[in-house]
Every structure is written in C-alpha cells, then in structure tokens.
C-alpha cells in the first residue's frame, strides 16, 4: 500500500502549529485552540489514515469525530478563498492522489478566523 500523499509543512502552516510526534515517527497529531474549542488532527502517513477531532472546552466528549481510512492525499490551498487543507476521500480517484490537481469533492479544513471543517464538492 503506498503512503499517503501530504506533507508536514502544509498542516503546520495552515493549523500554525507544530505536531507532536511519537516516538518512533509513526504518527503526527496537531491540536489547535480556538474561541473555546480544540482541533486535534492526527496523521498516520503509514497507514493513510487522518483523525479529525473537535472538542469544546469543559465537555468531556467530542462534538465531532471523523477517521479518514485509507486517505488517498491532502492538499493546502492559500488564496483568494482562504487558507485551508482538503483531504481526499479514501479510493474515490481510482490511484493515488498527486497533490497538484483540484480534488473534486472531500473535507475542507479551516482555523482562520476560526476552526471551520466542511464537507466539498467542486
């Protein structure tokens, strides 16, 4: 099974923070605070799985939970429509996904000016 297609970088500048990594790489997670609500987003690049976590400050359980199985790729987007990444949904492109074309439909996820995670098509 080949990787997934992303790149560190991108999550760090978009969320604006740095991942905590394990200690033997496998795994990255970036968690975000904002206006009373923690993003946690961890990456398994091995395994081509994405966790996506949202949490309001003093509630034990989390408002939202997503596992990407099998993610085919990310891509970060800065422009005019504002800084975000899109992830891939699992086996949708038939091979893995190239990072540099559109992705046709997928997840948007956003902190600027706040935490913003929404479902996409183009």
Do not use: H, Q
Not at 89 to 100: A, I
Not at 109 to 116: A, F, H, M, T
């Amino acid at each position: 099974m080949p990787f997934l297609a992303w790149n560190d970088s991108d999550f760090a500048a978009c969320l604006e923070v740095l991942p905590e990594t394990d200690e033997y790489g496998i795994s990255y997670t970036y968690c975000v605070d904002r206006d009373g609500l923690r993003l946690t987003v961890t990456v398994f690049p091995y395994d081509s799985d994405i966790y996506l976590d949202l949490f309001r400050e003093g509630v034990a359980n989390a408002l939202f939970e997503m596992k990407l199985t099998d993610c085919s790729g990310t891509r970060y987007v800065s422009d005019s429509r504002g800084e975000y990444l899109e992830f891939a949904p699992s086996k949708v492109f038939g091979s893995r996904y190239d990072r540099t074309s559109p992705i046709p439909y997928g997840i948007r996820l956003s902190v600027n000016p706040c935490i913003s995670i929404r479902l996409f098509t183009t």
